[in-house]
């Protein structure tokens, strides 16, 4: 009965290949986030998705596409990766958009690119 | 200014210690902020809420002064579970999304 799962949890790739990774909230929230946790440790937000829409899309290469199949799945897929991609990622879900910004997130992605 | 602003330590305090950190934010126009706890290789998960001048749940209270735009958060009798990273985070004024300070680390040695 986990609330906010990700696949795959550790992921290893060389650069330049394409891989995706999947999210899914059974909280029944309306918005769900990509997070990028770099080696600094500082959580940096990348889209936003609200109801099937994308909100936010910060200053992310379009290398990073997300998709919204409906409101419970978010996954983010990464066209060429590079060695700056290796990251954690995560991704998160909250009930609405604005006025309640507690955020649930899931386990996290390890992103490496060898 | 960053938009978020904290110290990133490492804390090193022993057990039963009290300790606090701050956090300094840019926007004026925030209107409540938060603390969320990230442990070792984990997610991060809330911790407290601050929508007026302070919060206190059992051993943590957080504070916020707004003349100073800083909060911070005060732990007492720190317990060795306490270890783990604490990030501050603020809502833009229109709150579409929120900013997370790069967090503070927190050592509870025995």
């Known amino acids: 009965d986990t609330a906010v799962s990700q696949t795959p949890k550790y992921l290893v790739t060389q650069m330049g290949n394409d891989k995706s990774i999947k999210c899914e909230q059974n909280?029944?929230?309306?918005?769900m986030y990509w997070y990028k946790q770099d080696s600094k440790k500082f959580l940096k937000i990348m889209f936003s998705?609200?109801?099937?829409?994308?909100?936010i899309n910060e200053t992310v290469p379009n290398r990073f596409s997300p998709k919204s199949p409906d409101k419970a799945h978010l996954n983010l897929h990464i066209n060429s990766l590079e060695l700056g991609d290796s990251a954690v990622y995560f991704c998160?879900?909250?009930?609405?958009?604005?006025?309640?910004?507690?955020?649930?997130f899931g386990p996290g992605t390890r992103l490496t690119v060898l | 200014r960053k938009e978020v602003e904290q110290d990133p330590g490492p804390f090193n305090v022993p057990e039963g210690a009290t300790v606090a950190f701050n956090c300094t934010y840019s926007?004026?126009?925030?209107?409540?902020f938060f603390w969320y706890r990230q442990d070792c290789r984990k997610e991060p998960k809330l911790l407290m809420s601050v929508y007026s001048s302070g919060n206190e749940d059992g051993r943590f209270t957080a504070q916020l002064n707004r003349a100073s735009q800083y909060i911070s958060l005060l732990i007492r009798d720190s317990k060795l579970s306490d270890s783990a990273t604490y990030l501050c985070v603020v809502p833009p004024g229109s709150a579409r999304q929120l900013t997370f300070g790069s967090g503070t680390q927190l050592t509870v040695l025995p």
């Open positions: 998160a879900s909250s009930p609405r958009l604005a006025g309640n910004p507690e955020q649930f």
């Open positions: 998705y609200n109801n099937k829409e994308l909100i």
């Open positions: 909280l029944g929230h309306d918005t």
């Open positions: 926007n004026s126009a925030s209107q409540s």
